[in-house]
């Protein structure tokens, strides 16, 4: 009795252990006439007294002695509520196929999952198409399930192309049904990554490629949004429209804020117009909704304005600062976006960095040029800003950080004080929008004549030279200098000076400058050229920074084709030991007869020549020809392509391989200043050997600015001998390391001697002389690619500017004078 009592409890329980749902292979005749409760069909639901449950069994004739157990349940409610689902919705599956455990399993956990689905739904989720031919599923091929959704929808969402297929030409189902969230069954399609069934859908002309789900997207919205790249290529091959507005833009908005770059990119490819598309709710562009540097740079790229204002008063730099994104503003700063924009209460970006203490966008915004006293519509400049609502230790920072570089008013505007409009509210500080210009007016219309064009005028009585040394990217350095030079003597660059001599980046810099550009567009460009040019490892290829001097320069302009001002590149012959001082001039020096070379040789190098007759092509190549003698020409320096002659300037050891014979001229001339003074004097000299006493110049002014100087630091040994043990070893290692540095330290040397030298020299000559180089805090990398670390470069810059505002003041003055 024990024993039965056990057996039955077991059994009674056991079903309460195992899944009730799952199918399986029970003998037939274990279920007599009289326990079957009901019947359709080949399925049967019988209780078993012996277990207290209740079983949901399918017949099989092909196997008479055996059936399928649906399910065991322990109530008759759940009996009774399964089994007409199971009874109605199985039979065009055991009428088609031959069942087994195995494959029922999928269908009834299809059919107990979506109990509101057909038996169409059920055939095409478990993908048993050839069951989709049979009369009961055909009659239900456009059913629609409690969400609304077909078939076809099922079929769409699985991704599953053959059966989207069959239905679409076999069953005739329709296309424009819509579900509860009215998604088509193209929406559904484009939620998956298989372009086939939108090719399938599209081919059937499917009216749902450019209609709106109650979410407001099209099926090209919900592939932007989820990054589908194929699935946009396909919608826009079949017919797929970028410019239907959804509830909160154009897909191109969905793209960009989801950062999904290769999806905006083929919406550009299809419309052009869509970089200048606004969103229905803000009115803003694309650029307003990018959220990294690289969705910044693919609008840009495609000339996406970057000022434009949302209908909110806001700008995409706006947007930026408010949330913090450091990497995107400085794109956008980059390419020309106004720091000083009003937009919303009439707030500059400035004035939300401020709210926020975020301390690199403020220097950011600083050192691109935003003013730190425009009031906004309350009155409150962003000094004042800061002052109210910085909190903790950044505070004090803040404060001094904005002391610094000139902030006067950090305390609410007097009833007193002049209206926001006025002169006397603008900054004074350098490197600011508003600075003063009456001084420098003043002084230009004293000298009684302007310079047009660029065009030198007569009544100079001294020359003045412009000295720039080498430095790769901390050429930014030069430039932010010159920005404040210009906006204290209220002239560009270009008609401050009568010479300009540029090492490296400085010598790029010196053909900038008298090709016209302006500085603000040579600091962005700067910016702009690192991402190109610093790619990989050392050495980096020479193409990305040739094509970028092309694209600037022009691939056939001649260093003559702008004769004023003069200006020398320095760059070093290296086909030859020593190597020599190369200039590339923009000018004929006069010959000075009987001046011997520096060094005696014995060895015979070819000449600088170009093959005869072919000036105008492409090949016009420094010292690249092995024509014959009597095919070449001496080739005269201002005959020069003005790109090779940048790139040969800049051609530094192990940053990038020879232009040829040439390499970077800071080898030789990192500071251009005595070489430049030299080259002035020897031409002196000559004209007045030649009785051309009337065209010698003298030197007045001579301006060299450096790229700052790195802090000095304790330098390890640099003792190296030939090592007798393993510690000797190390020793000499890190020897040989530091005395290679310092080597090249002390080559590349820009300030102490020299400027001792030329500082001398100038005084002999009673020449006025003036050296700019900020004190760094950090040592910076040539090729150095963080906007971090090179916005703190140019705000020490600005903050040295300020420092030196009454000698800035002074240096102005003269130019103007001179």
């Known amino acids: 009795m024990a024993m039965q009592f056990l057996g039955r409890l077991v059994s009674t329980v056991s079903p309460l252990f195992s899944n009730p749902y799952r199918v399986r292979e029970v003998p037939a005749s274990g279920y007599r006439a009289g326990d079957k409760l009901r019947e359709e069909g080949r399925v049967a639901l019988y209780r078993n007294a012996a277990s207290y449950s209740w079983e949901c069994v399918l017949t099989r004739p092909e196997v008479p002695t055996m059936a399928l157990r649906l399910f065991q349940v322990s109530t008759e409610e759940d009996a009774m509520n399964w089994f007409p689902q199971y009874a109605l919705k199985l039979r065009p599956f055991y009428e088609t196929l031959h069942l087994k455990p195995e494959s029922a399993q999928p269908i009834v956990d299809c059919l ?52 989207v297929k069959e239905l679409l030409e076999e069953s005739q189902a329709r296309t424009d049904i819509k579900d509860s969230n009215a998604d088509t069954p193209m929406h559904c399609a484009a939620k998956q990554d ?70 905006a990119e083929e919406i550009l490819k299809a419309d052009k117009g869509q970089v200048q598309a606004e969103d229905a709710v803000y009115g803003g562009t694309p650029l307003h909704w990018a959220k990294t540097p690289e969705m910044c740079r693919l609008l840009l790229e495609h000339c996406c304005p970057v000022n434009s204002l949302s209908r909110t008063g806001e700008s995409p730099l706006h947007i930026l600062t408010k949330k913090g994104r450091f990497e995107a503003a400085m794109v956008l700063l980059t390419h020309g976006a106004n720091a000083n924009l009003r937009g919303q209460d009439g707030n500059t970006a400035l004035h939300l960095a401020m709210k926020m203490d975020h301390m690199e966008l403020i220097k950011a915004l600083i050192v691109f040029g935003a003013d730190v006293e425009i009031p ?29 570089v000139g902030v006067q008013r950090c305390l609410p505007r007097s009833p007193s004080s002049p209206p926001p409009n006025s002169t006397e509210a603008s900054s004074v500080g350098i490197g600011f929008q508003d600075m003063m210009y009456a001084a420098a007016s003043i002084g230009a219309m004293s000298r009684g004549a302007t310079q047009v064009d660029g065009l030198k005028p007569g009544n100079n009585k001294v020359d003045r030279l412009l000295c720039l040394d080498g430095g790769g990217i901390k050429g ?46 040579l600091r962005c460009l700067y910016f702009r050229m690192k991402e190109q040019v610093f790619r990989g490892s050392r050495p980096y290829v020479s193409a990305p920074l040739e094509d970028f001097l092309k694209k600037e320069f022009g691939e056939h302009t001649k260093m003559t084709d702008v004769q004023y001002p003069r200006v020398m590149v320095t760059s070093v012959l290296a086909d030859r030991h020593p190597g020599e001082l190369h200039m590339f001039r923009n000018y ?10 520096p060094y005696a040789t014995s060895a015979s190098f070819k000449t600088l020549t170009i093959p005869h007759g072919w000036e105008d092509e492409d090949v016009l190549i420094v010292g690249y020809t092995e024509e014959p003698p009597r095919k070449r020409r001496m080739v005269a320096d201002e005959e020069q392509l003005v790109w090779r002659a940048a790139r040969s300037s800049g051609a530094a050891p192990t940053y990038f391989r020879p232009m040829g014979r040439f390499v970077d001229g800071g080898l030789l001339a990192n500071n251009p200043t005595l070489d430049a003074m030299a080259e002035i004097h020897n031409c002196n000299k000559v004209l007045k050997a030649e009785g051309r006493g009337r065209e010698v110049k003298r ?47 002390c080559c590349t040397d820009s300030d102490s001697c020299a400027v001792d030298r030329a500082r001398s020299w100038c005084e002999m000559i009673d020449t006025i002389y003036h050296r700019l180089s900020p004190q760094l805090s950090h040592e910076v990398m040539l ?14 810059t600005q903050m040295y500017m300020y420092q030196k505002r009454e000698v800035l003041q002074a240096l102005a003055r003269q130019l103007l004078e001179k």
Not at 588 to 597: A, D, I, K, L
Not at 699 to 710: A, D
């Open 376 to 404: 906004n519509d309350l009155g409150e400049t962003p000094g004042l800003i800061a002052a109210r609502t910085s909190k903790g230790p950044n505070r004090k920072i803040l404060l001094d950080m904005l002391c610094s």
């Open 476 to 521: 930014l350095v030069l430039i932010q200098m010159l920005i404040a030079l210009e906006r204290e003597a209220g002239r560009p660059t270009r008609e401050l000076f009568d010479w300009v001599a540029g090492t490296s980046t400085g010598g790029i810099l010196a053909l900038a400058i008298v090709h016209g550009k302006s500085m603000d567009y």
């Open 783 to 796: 090729d150095e690619v963080s906007d971090g670390i090179l916005v703190d470069m140019l705000w020490e």
């Open 194 to 263: 298989s372009p086939a069934i939108i090719q399938v859908l599209c081919s059937r002309l499917c009216p749902g490629v450019n209609e709106l789900n109650n979410n407001g997207e099209t099926p090209l919205h919900v592939a932007c949004r989820l990054g589908r790249l194929e699935i946009v290529r396909a919608l826009l091959a079949g017919g797929a429209k970028c410019n239907v507005v959804g509830s909160s833009g154009y897909p191109i908005h969905a793209a960009m804020k989801h950062s999904e770059k290769c999806c």
């Open 699 to 745: 030197m007045g002014i001579v301006v060299s600015l450096g790229t700052g100087k790195p802090p000095q630091v304790v330098a390890s040994s640099v003792d190296v001998f030939w090592p007798s043990n393993p510690v000797e070893f190390a020793k000499s290692i890190v020897g040989a390391k530091e005395l290679g540095k310092m080597l090249v330290d």
């Open 588 to 597: 004929t020096p006069p010959v000075c007869v009987g001046r011997e070379s």
């Open 112 to 163: 107990r999952n979506n109990p509101d689905w057909s038996a169409a739904h059920i055939a095409v989720d478990t993908g048993l198409r050839e069951c989709m031919k049979h009369n009961y599923i055909q009659s239900q091929i456009n059913a629609r399930s409690g969400s609304g959704q077909t078939p076809l929808h099922v079929a769409c969402a699985r991704g599953d192309a053959a059966c």
